[in-house]
């Protein structure tokens, strides 16, 4: 064995074992969650509603103190703590490709608690997000601990991001897939293994603590006909159309929450007291909550058309209240939740239309699940894989790949690129799209961008460029005032094909006056944009749109080579 082969052996080993540790963080992490989960459910719904319950019309007016309550509490985090707000998995994204895999380690603490008092209180919200979230945080601690490489440290995010998404539903290959459809942004790769590994880890915790995981009671035996695959296709288009159209709408909800003239601490309780009133009046059906007794319902037929939509479409509000308030929680069990109200009510109806189908409204609530989260999240890999390991069947499989491909190509075109994750970094100042691996959006025009630039005065002559080209072999100068402020752009095709006596003219006369410029803070995404946009090689670096200082210049070639470089920092190998 050659000392390379000692070399890699040492390293993939050094991968293994902390790809089986963050699964042991990020399983424990799940667990310690749920626990806590129940434990504050048990106190708002066993203990606290006996207490305040008041029936008037049939109604227990006592549920609308719960949620109220809750989310009162959760205002008092969530002032201490703004990022906490939400899902998560936004800030792992953030933490993976724009820092390093760094996440504060007060976050995992704070997210913890304040996401269990939302969902335990009775906030439409899912606890898979922030499971995913509080995984991925304590792997960074970790990470942090032993002082790992800023390569290994976003792997180890992912990897606890994995786990906790694994232990949550038992599914492990598409917890793994989860990690790489939404973080790596569909980029497979070698990191898949030890993505894997974590994600087996943090799932055979769940279960061997819990002895269970996922609470989706799905029947089994069931299955459909291939004439009835242009009704899923159809399904699909439909859920992901109306994915899109929820995803705008929840932060247009966030919107008129942050403009509201409302004290911050107050926000929370008003939607927690909306989510009351429409847990109140349908409190058996899983709008309070995670909601997974209310998917039973749907997946056993007990539901009538008229009621699956509706239940669909109060669902979306009370998690739009949950969120936009500002409370802490994830949207992947209500995207479960309403896909499958939806779903279950359009199977019914082709029931209804097409007798000799012998249709089952079970597929297309699980067709329906598949469609609307993969419009999403854009994650349809992670709801294909995830419908086959909870169904232990290949039976749906067809039904379920035809409606989670075409609602996440019909969301993704209506959302032009963006997922529910993307759309909360967008605001944030991020500037990415899903599908496609993130590299030259996570380095600054400051981190590549030449500092001591060669350039020209305005009244320099265009003999003296051309001496610099020869003298540089660049084709192309910033041109620059006595203040050294930027006025332009001189090169190459300014002077070919110019006489001697024009040549001895000033450069002021012939600089090019539609031109880009970048600034320090801008990605080399942008810069790269701008470049093509202009039609230049190299691009001024000024220091801001109000400063035109020259502080530098980013040519195509400093964009070339950062790339490579950040490709080469996404894989372990």
């Known amino acids: 064995m050659t000392s390379g082969d000692g070399v890699y052996l040492r390293k993939w080993g050094m991968v293994m074992a902390f790809s089986i540790l963050a699964g042991l963080v990020g399983g424990l992490g799940a667990v310690v969650f749920r626990v806590f989960i129940g434990v504050v459910h048990r106190f708002f719904f066993e203990w606290l509603l006996p207490k305040v319950s008041y029936e008037v019309g049939g109604f227990n007016l006592g549920y609308l103190i719960l949620p109220t ?26 933490a993976v490709i724009f820092k390093g895999g760094n996440i504060p380690g007060k976050f995992a603490v704070l997210k913890t608690i304040a996401t269990a008092i939302t969902i335990g209180s009775g906030g439409s919200v899912g606890r898979e997000g922030p499971i995913g979230f509080i995984g991925a945080s304590l792997t960074s601690i970790l990470a942090h601990w032993f002082n790992l490489s800023r390569e290994m440290k976003k792997l180890l995010v992912t990897c606890g991001l994995a786990a906790g998404i694994a232990g949550t539903f038992n599914t492990p290959l598409a917890g793994a897939m989860f990690a790489l459809e939404v973080v790596y942004m569909g980029a497979f790769s070698i990191n898949l293994v030890p993505i894997f590994i974590a994600a087996v880890t943090g799932n055979a915790v769940t279960l061997a603590v819990l002895k269970g995981a996922v609470e989706i009671d799905i029947p089994g035996d069931i299955g459909h006909t291939l004439p009835e695959l242009p009704l899923f296709f159809l399904l699909g288009l439909s859920l992901g159309l109306l994915a899109a159209f929820y995803a705008r709408f929840l932060y247009r909800v ?83 939740y309403i896909g499958t109200m939806f779903g279950a009510a359009f199977g019914e109806i082709v029931r209804l239309l097409f007798p000799g189908l012998g249709s089952n409204p079970a597929v297309y609530a699980l067709a329906g699940m598949a469609a609307f989260f993969s419009g999403m999240t854009q ?70 961008m030449t500092r001591e630039p060669v350039y020209v005065t305005e009244d320099q002559t265009l003999f003296d460029v051309e001496h610099l080209i020869g003298e540089t072999g660049h084709d192309c100068f910033p041109v620059v005032n006595e203040n ?39 990605t080399a995404e942008e810069a790269f944009e ?32 950062a790339y490579y470089r950040g490709l080469e920092g996404m894989y372990i190998d």
């Open 254 to 336: 966030v919107d008129g929450f942050s403009k509201a003239n409302v004290p911050e601490i107050i926000k929370p309780a008003v939607g927690g007291f909306g989510v009351g009133v429409l847990g109140m009046l349908f409190p058996a059906y899983g709008i309070f909550g995670i909601g997974y007794e209310g998917m039973r319902m749907a997946f056993y037929g007990e539901l009538a058309i008229g009621l699956l939509v509706t239940l669909g479409l109060v669902k979306m509000l009370a998690t739009a209240l949950t969120i936009g308030s500002g409370q802490s929680g994830g949207v992947f069990a209500p995207s479960l």
């Open 484 to 522: 050294m402020e930027v006025v332009g752009i001189v090169g190459i095709k300014d002077i070919l094909k110019k006489s001697s006596s024009i040549k001895r003219m000033p450069v002021k006369k012939f600089i090019r006056r539609a031109y880009g410029v970048t600034y320090p803070t801008e």
């Open 69 to 94: 309550l809750g989310a009162f509490i959760v205002a008092f985090f969530v002032i201490k703590c703004p990022e906490i707000r939400g899902n998560g998995i936004p800030e792992v994204i953030e």
């Open 530 to 561: 701008k470049l093509m946009a202009y039609d230049q090689n190299l691009l001024p670096v000024v220091e801001s749109p109000e400063n035109r200082r020259l502080i530098g210049v980013v040519t195509k070639r400093d964009i070339y080579r």
């Open 379 to 448: 994650a349809p890999l992670t709801q294909i894989l995830m419908v086959t390991e909870l169904t232990r069947s290949y039976a749906v499989l067809p039904a379920v790949m035809t409606s989670a491909t075409i609602g996440f190509l019909t969301a993704r075109f209506f959302l032009k690129g963006e997922s529910i994750y993307t759309l909360k970094l967008i605001r944030k100042g991020y500037h990415i799209r899903t599908g496609k691996p993130v590299i030259l959006e996570t380095i600054s025009v400051g981190e590549i």
